[in-house]
């Protein structure tokens, strides 16, 4: 494996942002022990956008859970900004979401009852951010919402929902967005605009991206793909060099 990139200025490893090393997941089920991810080594720069495929079952979207907090890994390590994140209490992990990490999921999970302002709100409020409506209303703004600041999620398109759900994830300006299939509940013309619009965030925030999608030309505008298999990284680079 060849050397971590270090600083032309200094002798000293580049951190990435994300670091995984050795990471198992298993779960139980009635037929026994079910080996979700078997020892995935994985390091995601700062300020990259990495895509992530792999047939069904083969484990990103748990490994996707794993850097959110909203799955524990079995062993392994996984680094965030430095903060090993494995061994975190729950209130910790959702102060973590809250305040470091995005996620955008296929399924829109805003809340039904409370308009799009209130929605983009919600992780901004608990964060205990001065002005949520305004940063919020805002965030509306940059995803084309401005008009639609009052309306419930029953009342918009699913396009707009994705991108109500974008606004959320971006507003807190998370360290990494996690993206799990965001267009697939969106016909093609949406899904492309929304796709467009979140690079255009990325690119304006700075946010590192990982992007999981069964789409090899969206995989494709990412910075590196990385292919998944059986629980394992079957190819890409891991932190320099082709992993096997």
Known sequence: MDAIPRSPLSATPIMPLVRIRNLHLTVPSAAGPVNILRGVDLDIAKGEAMSLIGPSGSGKTSLLMVLAGLERATSGSVLLGGQEITGLGEDALARLRRERVGIVFQAFHLIPTMTALENVAIPLELAGVRDADGRAGAALQAVGLGHRLTHLPGQLS?????????????????????????TGNLDHATGESVIDLL?????????????????????????????????????????GAVAG
């Not at 494709?220 to 680079?237: I, T």
């Open 158 to 182: 699913g396009g707009e929902q994705q991108r109500t759900a974008l606004a959320r994830a971006f507003a807190p300006e998370p360290a990494l967005l996690l993206a799990d299939e965001p």
């Open 199 to 239: 690079f255009a965030l990325r690119r304006r925030t700075g946010a590192t991206l990982l992007l999981i999608t069964h789409d090899r030309a969206l995989a494709e505008r990412c910075d590196r793909q990385v292919h998944l298999s059986d629980g394992r990284v079957a190819d890409g680079r891991v932190d």
